[in-house]
Structure formats: structure tokens, C-alpha cells
């Protein structure tokens, strides 16, 4: 299994909801990252998730919370969002500490926030 | 700050011809340099990478060339294909990993 499984693949939310992406690897990868990305821009670290611990928050706002239950799932909770958080949410995972052959990215979550 | 850019946000080919993309940096402590390869609605897929000890790394119709002293990697793709439009983002490892802006390419039947 050489893939990132995320779900759901769209989603549709009101500012008050409380709604949670997910997303799965089986490689063995022992880092795991969520990303966002909106339209014609990069890709914009959120999290880094190294050996299940969290390693890496880039200054994310509170109400996105993320989660890693185990080594091979990646939660990222969401709460009380605004319309400008609408988003490709994009998981990766990697080994720790190899860099040549970067991340495999999941497929994303097109998340909108009405 | 952006670390990484690509300066040209869109770039049309003829199929066959060769396609060139490229991409700047400013820190000179990265050292692995990635192409990666998205189309609409999919996630980033890897394509090819360098280490910062080599010049070129080439795989199959890919070739990605690095110039540390201009801080400037390009990657070449030969014979351009329709299947490869796609946005091509370039990424430099440091603590993190640093994204371009993008390069959608189109190449034309």
C-alpha cells in the first residue's frame, strides 16, 4: 500500500459545525503533515506529526485541532470555521528524516465553510 | 517570506517539444530539492529530486538541473506530453518543506 487515504473528499460545513478530516497511510511512515492549499498558491504547512507526537504547529488558529490517535491515522478536527478557511486540506506522511524523496500527499479534502 | 518561487505561473507547449520550468531559492542551506506534480482535484504527486551535491538527476523524460551558486534548479521535461499538463510545483528541504508558487503547463497537441 504506497497511498495516503483522506476522507471525506468534499465537505460542506456551517460556521458552527463540528466536522473532522481524515486521513490513513499504511507505509509505515512515522511523520505525518496537514497542509492547506487555496487556489493557485502552494501548499502551507499546518502540522507535523513525528513519531505521533505533535512536532510542528505553525501558528495554526485553535479552531483547527489536530490529532494522531496512532502511528498510521491524522485527524484534524474542526470547529466554529470561518468562510475563509475554505480549502484543499492536504495530508502527507514520510519517513522521519528522509528527504530525497519528499512526502506522498493524500488526494485532500476540498473543505467549503459556508 | 517566500524561499521558493517560480516566476512563471503558466507555461504552453507543443507536444514533442521540450518543456523547461524552473524555480529559485534563497536559502543556501537547503539540501534536497523535489518536483512534484498536481492536477486539479488530486494531491501532490513526487516527480524527481536532487541532492544539493549534484548538478542533474534525470529519470525517464524528466531531467532536473541545479545551479547552487545561483541558487537555481529547472527541470526539463523531453518530449513534452499532453499528460503532463498539469501544475508543477518545485519544494527545497530545509526544516520544513518549502513549496513554489506553481507552473501550470499546458502542451499542446
Known amino acids: 500500500d504506497t497511498e495516503v487515504t483522506q476522507t471525506p473528499k468534499h465537505l460542506v460545513m456551517g460556521m458552527t459545525n463540528k466536522k473532522s478530516l481524515k486521513c490513513e497511510q499504511h507505509m509505515g511512515h512515522r511523520a505525518m503533515y496537514w497542509y492547506k492549499q487555496k487556489a493557485k498558491k502552494p501548499p502551507e504547512l499546518m502540522f507535523v506529526?513525528?513519531?505521533?507526537?505533535?512536532?510542528i504547529n505553525e501558528s495554526v488558529p485553535s479552531r483547527f485541532s489536530p490529532e494522531c490517535p496512532n502511528s498510521s491515522l491524522l485527524n484534524l478536527h474542526l470547529h466554529a470555521l470561518q468562510p475563509e478557511d475554505s480549502a484543499l486540506y492536504l495530508c502527507?506522511?514520510?519517513?522521519?528524516?528522509?528527504?530525497?524523496?519528499?512526502?506522498?500527499f493524500g488526494s485532500g479534502t476540498r473543505l467549503t465553510v459556508v | 517570506d517566500q524561499q521558493v518561487k517560480q516566476n512563471s505561473p503558466s507555461l504552453s507547449v507543443q507536444e514533442g517539444r521540450i518543456s523547461i520550468l524552473n524555480c529559485d531559492y534563497t536559502n543556501s542551506m537547503f539540501d534536497y530539492f523535489l518536483w512534484y506534480k498536481k492536477y486539479p482535484a488530486e494531491g501532490p504527486t513526487f516527480l524527481i529530486s536532487i541532492s544539493s551535491i549534484k548538478d542533474k538527476n534525470e529519470d525517464g523524460r524528466f531531467t532536473v538541473f541545479l545551479n547552487k551558486s545561483a541558487k537555481h534548479l529547472s527541470l526539463h521535461i523531453v518530449p513534452s506530453q499532453p499528460g503532463d499538463s498539469a501544475v508543477y510545483f518545485c519544494?527545497?528541504?530545509?526544516?520544513?518543506?518549502?513549496f513554489g508558487t506553481g507552473t501550470s503547463l499546458t502542451v499542446i497537441p
Open positions: 502527507a506522511s514520510s519517513q522521519v528524516g528522509t528527504a530525497n524523496y519528499g512526502y506522498t
Open positions: 506529526y513525528s513519531y505521533e507526537k505533535l512536532s
Open positions: 519544494a527545497a528541504n530545509g526544516n520544513q518543506f518549502y
